[in-house]
């Protein structure tokens, strides 16, 4: 029979073979399965139950592991074996005994007369069935000796076995619980590093709309909200018409910056154009107005800047 070793390697080949893993905690349970299983048809089933495929190559797994693992009844039966060959030697041995004491007996009926002889005979033969009742006492004695000591041989095996099966259960069970918190870690982490890649930063102009949502809804006031919505849609709208009408411009000049147009084509390049320029110089002169600028002095002091005091006329102009 192979060595503990060897059996592990052998069993943590064949764990590879068919699961695809093995582990030192998975070669323990399934040695220890072969050790209770009572037949190798017993441990297959023990098998499928706890997770291997139902396959031919399961079932010679299990044969040949179940042939190769000692069982608990194969000590406990060497044992038996080797005590009922010292009761028998005992038993022999008393019986030599006798044959001895019979021999001296009937060396005593030829010394002696014919009478003292019977009665010595009818002696002898008691002396000689008492003889074999306390050979047949000693022989009990022994057996029940024998039945002792083999309970408490296998009330030990027993209990050897019961220790080695529990810690394989407990560590079966640390590391199940190590496992299932390794995965819940792992999950944790990974909801972590989403969150973070989901989560970006609001610019100014997005915190100042969050801002004004939260007050119009804290004031139970959606005109204003709908307002603010509203001028942030249009200004969106424009400048998106803008960038379409600057892109086709563009589009156009590069296109056709060496074919010659057609009369048509030309017109209705240069009204684009010009729309453009109108509309682009209408935004940026109310940009220029949306708020209340603080006139620079022109008129006070020494060195009086005539440009500054023209481009105010000329702003006055532009509101009048």
Known sequence: MASDKQLR???????????????SVLVHYVIGLAKDSSSAGDLVGKLVEYGFSSSAETSSFAADIYAKVPRKGRGVSNYQKQEREAAKLVKKQSTYKLLADEDDDEVDNHTASSASASSKSRKHFRRKAQDQDDGKDDDETTAHVSERSVRRRTEEVDDEDGDDTLDEEQEILRDQQERAQLEKNMRERDAVHTRKLMERQL??????????RSQALDKNDTSDLRNFSRQAYLQKRRDKKIDEIRDEILDHEYIFQDV?????????????????????????????VAEYKMPEAYDMGEGVNQEKRFSVAMQRYKRS
């Open 9 to 23: 390697d052998w069993v943590s080949d064949k764990l590879m073979s068919i699961q695809g893993f093995s582990t």
């Open 203 to 212: 610019s100014k102009e997005e915190q100042e709309e969050l801002t004004r």
């Open 260 to 288: 010659k147009l057609t009369p048509a084509e030309e017109n209705d390049f240069r009204y684009k154009k010009k729309i453009y320029d109108l509309v682009k110089e209408h935004v940026e002169s109310a940009d220029d």
